[in-house]
């Protein structure tokens, strides 16, 4: 079985920060060869891609979010983050961590981030 939470999101002002985690556990669960992803789902829209890092480090990001947004990992606490700064209102969404290896997809529960003044 394997778990991801995600936490860290809130309501903020247009142009301020949040960082998301997203805490991976499980007893047959390798995360360091894991693709790890944050998604997003705004009302009424189809998930979408915002950032991802691959196991050996390398990153991608939506267009709509680069230059603003860093995904980062630490395989040792089994930990993906996301730094997002520069706030935008079209950036309000529920967050959601993926954990992609061969066959194996998983999600978190997700997280509510709403930009906001």
């Known amino acids: 079985q394997v778990q991801l939470v995600e936490s860290g999101g809130g309501l903020v002002q247009p142009g301020g920060s949040l960082r998301l985690s997203c805490a991976a556990s499980?007893?047959?669960?390798?995360?360091?060869?894991?693709?790890m992803g944050w998604y997003r789902q705004a009302p009424g829209k189809q998930r979408e891609l915002v950032a991802g890092?691959?196991?050996?480090?390398?990153?991608n990001y939506a267009d709509s979010v680069k230059g603003r947004f860093t995904i980062s990992r630490d395989n040792a606490k089994k930990m993906v983050y996301l730094q997002m700064n520069s706030l935008k209102p079209e950036d309000t969404a529920d967050y959601y961590c993926?954990?992609?290896?061969?066959?194996?997809?998983?999600w978190g529960q997700g997280t509510q981030v709403t930009v906001s003044s």
């Open positions: 499980g007893s047959i669960f390798i995360f360091r060869n894991y693709d």
């Open positions: 890092i691959t196991s050996g480090g390398s990153t």
């Open positions: 993926n954990a992609q290896y061969v066959e194996a997809n998983y």
